[in-house]
T-cell receptor
């Protein structure tokens, strides 16, 4: 399977704990995106990378969120001091720059903060 | 502030008939519009797109119409098939300049059910 993979699929954590999610994009894709989706809503943009450079970060993203894409390959999204409002599906997507509108999404990581 | 709105949470259609999904947007800077489809337990998948310089784009059974003056777009599926049953998201982007490619603003989604 050469699609976008995300790990873990589900994460349950207690409020105040730190969590980290991993995304492996399609290998030849130079763009990588993180989105967040809550129940009944569409995906909401969080941040994106072109190769290893983080080019944009949503103003909605607090300082507790950080993302990295070392060497322009896989990416990690870390949430520090989790809050109940962080409970959501975290989606990773990748694309080619020339075909940017065709984002290939992973199946997501469902985070539940208790 | 919801810049992309899909006001119909759900739509039910008979197999073989036309499905019409609607989407409205408020940000006049949007110049590229997309539809994504999502099955349960999967991420969204790209379906079709349209640039603001066009008013129609067709791909097989799927056609997207754009009415810039009304800030409205629609997706037509003809004929509808049971396998089309999914959540459909409308999305928009500001593509001018290229720096925001892939930064999509999504609507809330419409659940389409196609009955055999």
């Amino acid at each position: 399977d050469t699609g976008v993979s995300q790990d873990p699929r589900h994460k349950i954590t207690k409020r105040g704990q730190n969590v980290t999610f991993r995304c492996d994009p399609i290998s030849e894709h130079n763009r990588l995106y993180w989105y967040r989706q809550t129940l009944g809503q569409g995906p909401e943009f969080l941040t994106y990378f072109q190769n290893e450079a983080q080019l944009e970060k949503s103003r909605l993203l607090s300082d507790r969120f950080s993302a990295e894409r070392p060497k322009g390959s896989f990416s990690t999204l870390e949430i520090q001091r989790t809050e109940q409002g962080d409970s959501a599906m975290y989606l990773c997507a990748s694309s080619l720059l020339v075909d940017w509108e065709k984002l290939f999404f992973g199946s997501g990581t469902q985070l539940s903060v208790l | 502030d919801q810049q992309v709105k899909q006001n119909s949470p759900s739509l039910s259609v008979q197999e073989g008939r036309i499905s019409i999904l609607n989407c409205d947007y408020t940000n006049s800077m949007f110049d590229y519009f997309l539809w994504y489809k999502k099955y349960p337990a999967e991420g969204p998948t790209f379906l079709i797109s349209i640039s603001s310089i066009k008013d129609k784009n067709e791909d097989g059974r799927f056609t997207v119409f754009l009415n810039k003056s009304a800030k409205h777009l629609s997706l037509h599926i003809v004929p509808s098939q049971p396998g089309d049953s999914a959540v459909y998201f409308c999305a928009a982007s500001v593509s001018a300049g290229g720096t925001s490619y892939g930064k999509l603003t999504f609507g809330q989604g419409t659940i389409l059910t196609v009955h055999p």
